[in-house]
């Protein structure tokens, strides 16, 4: 194509690069919102406190989600580890 | 001074001193080789811990991990990611310069070159790229010792100078979008859990930022001396690294990696963007994503650019954050600086060791170097950057305006 810049590894680079570099950390906050949605069982007192570090809220559909969401994360991780061993 | 002990066979050295008259055989031929070796080594000693802060800068700055913690697993990772990959040790030379002209005198002068280059940034604090002063000092040392020719022009800018130039912009984009949407994601997270999550996910991302490094750029040094041991003869052209290079250079990256290059990781963690957690995570994601990717491609790629685009558009994707693009700036300078500097002093290197000609030369060089760095660690001293004073208010320059009485109690 080009002799100077390979184009398409410059097309990959980007595209994949927005998915792993930019999506995964996304869906951490994905995860991380879920995470903290406030519980059935009302705990008024830790919700939504400035400078409250307690990251989970007890909602539980909101902590399978999160689970999803890191689990997602973690096999992102998981892949580029496998992306180094497997010739990069 | 011992004659050649492998007169059949191509000894490039023998070559080398072939062409200039007046000195029959080939002198000094194993003891340089250890001394390239060695060099190589502390190159890449000084390649580990220039580097430290691109995997670590913004987990020190937000708090993510403590100073001393954070080198510790960065140089166990960079360990590690060594022994991940083998198979682009080679490629830095070969495919930048014509291997059957680079002597051993060549090697080590470009070695000189990228470790001089590496000390006077760190001093300034400047993360310039690790992986530019290595090539920029073998390419400065082989256009001195052959001309032009030697150089695969194509080469160099296909697979350097144009990467280099695309890398941070792209990683900078990158982790902009990242910031952006991290943001926007967990607005309605209180901000105390929020940095609290993110920390937790900054020493992942982090992690895999040193991973990357040590496969990148231990890989360097590894080519360069399975490079002088080919130059050498010991190896036949096309050998892969041995073993005990491998696990030499994985050791002295890591090791310089431990030791921490504290100016360089203020720089990038305080002088550079007011850094967050979210930001942090953004950052090396986009770092590690971006380096992972390129090298499979096959381009040498300086993870120091991409880490310092990543942070520059961290900062950019965040509205309201500080960037100081005066610092930004400064940088960019020294990028540009990198190869041409390195290769100016490689060339230097080259022709002191040429005039006085044979092993004497290169001990000539070894001296000179050995000063210079004993310089510049020297004048460090006085504004001493440690972990202790490395999260200190940035106030416009690498040393930390007060000096900080911490620094004797720990």
């Known amino acids: 194509m080009n002799s100077w810049i390979n184009l398409h590894a410059l097309w990959e680079i980007v595209v994949v690069g927005l998915l792993a570099g930019a999506g995964l950390p996304a869906l951490f906050a994905v995860g991380l919102r879920a995470l903290s949605l406030p519980g059935s069982r009302g705990q008024a007192g830790n919700g939504g406190q400035v400078g409250e570090e307690r990251i989970v809220g007890g909602s539980v559909p909101g902590m399978v989600a999160a689970g999803l969401c890191f689990a997602v994360v973690l096999a992102g991780l998981g892949w580029g580890i496998y992306y180094i061993v497997a010739g990069s | ?410």
């Open chain 2, 1 to 410: 001074m011992t004659d050649c002990q492998r007169p059949g066979q191509l000894c490039r050295q023998c070559l080398d001193r072939a062409g200039s008259a007046g000195e029959p055989g080939c002198v000094g031929n194993d003891f340089l080789l250890v001394l390239v070796v060695v060099t190589a080594l502390a190159f890449d000693f000084t390649n580990g811990f220039h580097d430290t802060g691109n995997a670590m800068a913004t987990s020190i700055a937000t708090g993510a991990l403590g100073p001393r913690v954070a080198v510790a697993l960065s140089g166990l990772l960079n360990l590690v990611g060594a022994f991940l990959s083998l198979s682009v040790a080679a490629t830095i030379a070969s495919g930048l310069v014509d291997t059957n002209l680079v002597t051993l005198t060549v090697v080590f002068a470009g070695l000189a070159g990228g470790i001089t280059w590496n000390l006077l940034t760190w001093f300034l604090g400047i993360p310039s790229s690790s992986s530019h002063a290595l090539i920029g000092g073998v390419v400065g040392a082989t256009l001195a010792a052959a001309g032009g020719h030697a150089v695969k022009w194509h080469g160099l800018f296909q697979k350097v100078i144009i990467p280099a130039g695309l890398s941070p912009v792209i990683a900078g984009l990158i982790a902009a979008i990242g910031t952006y949407l991290v943001y926007l994601i967990s607005r309605r997270v209180s901000e105390g859990a929020r940095g609290h999550g993110f920390r937790i996910g900054q020493i992942g991302s982090a992690s895999m930022v040193s991973l990357a490094h040590g496969t990148n750029d231990a890989q360097k040094t590894m080519g360069v001396i399975t490079l002088a041991l080919i130059a050498n003869g010991t190896l036949h052209s096309g050998a892969k690294a041995p073993f005990w290079v491998i696990l030499s250079c994985a050791l002295a990256i890591s090791i310089g990696t431990y030791t921490g290059g504290w100016r360089v990781i203020r720089t990038l963690g305080k002088g550079l963007v007011e850094i967050e957690a979210p930001q942090g995570m953004a950052a090396e994601s986009s770092s590690a994503a971006v380096i992972l990717l390129s090298s499979h491609f096959g381009y040498s790629l300086s993870t120091t650019h991409v880490a310092t685009g990543s942070i520059l558009g961290t900062g950019v994707g965040k509205k309201g954050a500080t960037v100081r693009w005066s610092v930004a700036g400064r940088m960019a300078t020294a990028w540009l600086l990198t190869l041409p500097a390195a290769g100016a002093v490689g060339a230097a290197g080259y022709g002191l060791a040429h005039v006085v000609g044979g092993t004497a030369g290169v001990l000539v060089d070894l001296a000179i170097l050995l000063a210079v760095a004993g310089l510049i660690y020297a004048k460090s001293r006085a504004t001493a950057v440690s972990h202790s004073n490395v999260n200190s208010e940035w106030t416009g320059s690498v040393a930390p305006s007060a000096p900080v009485k911490e620094v004797a109690a720990v």
